[in-house]
């Protein structure tokens, strides 16, 4: 039996290098998931990175970074159910919208409403739970998001 190789990618955004690697056997990944991931603070961070340090929204920004790195080692086995949209185009969408609604809430909220409009009526039958998973946000969270933005933008229109 010979030795398991590894992959190992690094990406680094907003003042966070994250460094994830995947163990491959004979077949490809042994796993959909990295075996190791490791989240530092770039050498190059602007200071106000390093005064907030590690938040939920670097988890967040973290989680997508992953995310892109396992798509371009083991694939992306998602985008079959998400009939309609492209994971692609859903992944473009979040990559573009800011980590909270703490930090652009316009930008935040219509983003958001425009994700779920998307997801629904391309007829996703979870939309909340895509949602959900893409954001790093819990579902009752993105309930609760997806109501003020309701609230915010359909109401003046």
């Given at each position: 039996m010979s030795a398991a190789k590894k992959i190992t990618k690094t990406k680094t955004e907003a003042g966070w290098t994250v460094t994830a690697t995947w163990e491959i056997g004979?077949?490809?990944?042994?796993?959909?998931?990295?075996?190791?991931?490791?989240?530092?603070l770039a050498p190059d961070a602007d200071p106000k990175v390093k005064v907030r340090g590690y938040t939920t929204g670097v988890a967040r920004r973290v989680e997508r970074l992953i995310s892109d790195m396992q798509t371009e080692?083991?694939?992306?086995?998602?985008?079959?159910?998400?009939?309609?949209?492209s994971a692609r185009a859903l992944r473009?969408?979040?990559?573009?919208?800011?980590?909270s609604p703490r930090k652009g809430p316009d930008a935040y909220y219509r983003?958001?409403?425009e994700l779920f409009d998307m997801l629904d009526a391309s007829g996703h039958p979870a939309p909340i739970n895509v949602l959900s998973d893409r954001l790093g946000v819990p579902k009752q969270t993105i309930k609760t998001?997806?109501?003020t933005a309701r609230q915010r933008y359909r109401?003046?229109?």
């Open positions: 004979e077949d490809g990944p042994i796993s959909t998931g990295p075996s190791s991931v490791s989240v530092t080692v083991v694939g992306q086995p998602e985008a079959t159910h998400l009939s309609g949209i473009d969408a979040v990559a573009e919208m800011p980590d983003g958001l409403l998001q997806l109501a109401s003046t229109t």
